[in-house]
């Protein structure tokens, strides 16, 4: 192995890390895996991530659900394709891989994919915490922190507000998505978000007679909807759509080269008229699209139920839920039509917002006087250099790297689980030659 020593302890508290990372999903996993395999010496690194054990989309491992990415685009492959970190490795380490060969399966269903993640993690166990919470990223101002960072970080277990410090020559920030819900709208015991929606279920009896409703038009709609439906054979689930029907993601050949490695430095140092149009062109790439195979088989499931006339699945198309009001053991909602006005009252037992994520913001873990280093596009965003990089003003000697929210910068596939074998290679090099 060419990390060095990473697992923290009391004796060793207070020597510096080369690099910290902070969380420990697929983009840091990935990076862990490349700076493994460096034939030199690598640096001195350490993950925290604030979750007790690995995880990645816990909440919605949906039985049936796939991914939506190729198998060879795992943690390592297009960057090293004998990297002992790959999808392949993993199956002939379960004694799979001639069994996943005659599957004659390019996309993995995500429960085996999430155990591979798992497998990978466990491989690098040495080099992360588990149940430390990064809090905050602050420059070092005494003489004997010249050129490091201080890390901030709760540990699971002891005192809030009792944090601990490390310190550290770079940082790799892959905190990860945050669950997205409409404005005004929280959380309570029957309004939930998608992510969560196994711990959420779990004890609900099947054989009830149950009323689901679905607000969004995306993957995950799609997929809560057919999960639920098949799940509570005896319960209603309403589809509560947006645009007209569910919209088919592009995934033809040529469209997909938008995922290809070169595509990001194509992207980057592209003008930011073209940036635009390509973002908007593809968006339907991967954003609030469904694959087309679970179309069809929810428009099948929808009408087979109209013509016996016995319909469980309901889909209000050009609507919104306008109001929510929480009763004793239900759920009061008003849904609107987008195209005629008309509202009606409808009655459910529970509420599932399936509307996607937003990318954790580097400003919320950066303190002030670090982001005053950081330099700016005449957007006001964060500039980021080629290498994810944030772009610092001259002098300043560490590095913050970005994994995640960079899509402005390095186009809409670069933080998708697409390109992070290369992108985390990208990184490993970056700071291997710091």
């Not at 109209?306 to 889909?315: A, C, F, G, S, T």
């Not at 008003?334 to 509420?351: C, H, N, W, Y």
Request: charged share 25%; hydrophobic share 35%.
């Amino acid at each position: 192995m060419s990390l060095k020593g990473t697992r923290p302890s009391d004796s060793l508290d207070s020597l510096p890390f080369d690099v910290i990372g902070v969380g420990f999903g697929p983009s840091n996993l990935a990076l862990a895996a490349a700076l493994n395999e460096k034939t030199r010496p690598g640096p001195r690194v350490h993950f925290y991530e604030r979750h007790s054990k690995f995880s990645w989309h816990g909440g919605m491992l949906l039985a049936g659900a796939t991914m939506q990415v190729h198998f060879l685009k795992d943690l390592a492959t297009l960057r090293n394709p004998v990297s002992r970190f790959s999808f392949l490795s993993y199956l002939h380490h379960r004694e799979r891989l001639a069994d996943f060969i005659n599957h004659k399966a390019l996309f993995p269903s995500r429960v085996e994919f999430h155990d591979y993640l798992e497998w990978a993690a466990g491989l690098l166990d040495d080099y992360v915490s588990y149940g430390c919470e990064v809090t905050r990223i602050e420059p070092g101002t005494e003489p004997h922190e010249s050129g490091y960072l201080r890390v901030r970080f709760n540990q699971a277990g002891t005192d809030v507000g009792a944090s601990r410090v490390r310190h550290t020559r770079s940082v790799v920030l892959a905190p990860g998505l945050q669950p997205r819900l409409p404005e005004g709208v929280c959380e309570s015991e029957r309004v939930w978000h998608s992510s969560g929606l196994l711990g959420r279920i779990e004890g609900l009896a099947t054989d009830k007679r149950w009323r689901f409703t679905i607000v969004g038009a995306g993957q995950s709609a799609a997929e809560v909807a057919a999960y639920l439906h098949s799940r509570y054979p005896q319960s209603q689930v309403r589809a509560v759509l947006s645009p007209y029907g569910y919209t088919p993601a592009d995934d033809s050949p040529f469209v997909n080269r938008i995922f290809d490695p070169s595509a990001v430095g194509e992207f980057y140092q592209a003008p930011g008229t073209v940036r635009r149009m390509l973002s908007e062109r593809h968006s339907n790439t991967n954003y609030s699209v469904v694959d087309q195979e679970l179309i069809e088989a929810l428009y099948s499931t929808w009408y087979q139920e109209k013509v016996v006339d016995e319909r469980r699945l309901l889909i209000d198309n050009a609507s919104r839920v306008l109001d929510v009001t929480e009763g004793c053991g239900s759920l009061s909602l008003t849904i609107e039509s987008l195209t005629t006005g008309d509202k009606r009252a409808v009655e459910s037992d529970f509420l599932v917002y399936a509307t996607g994520y937003r990318p954790t913001p580097p400003e919320d873990l950066l303190a002030p006087d670090l982001l005053r280093l950081c330099k700016r596009e005449k957007t006001g965003q964060l500039s980021v250099g080629r290498d994810y990089r944030l772009c610092m003003k001259e002098g300043v000697p560490y590095g913050i790297y970005l994994q995640g929210a960079t899509d402005y910068t390095h186009g809409l596939s670069s933080t998708l689980l697409s390109n992070t074998a290369v992108r985390a290679g990208e990184i490993a090099d970056s700071l291997t030659c710091r």
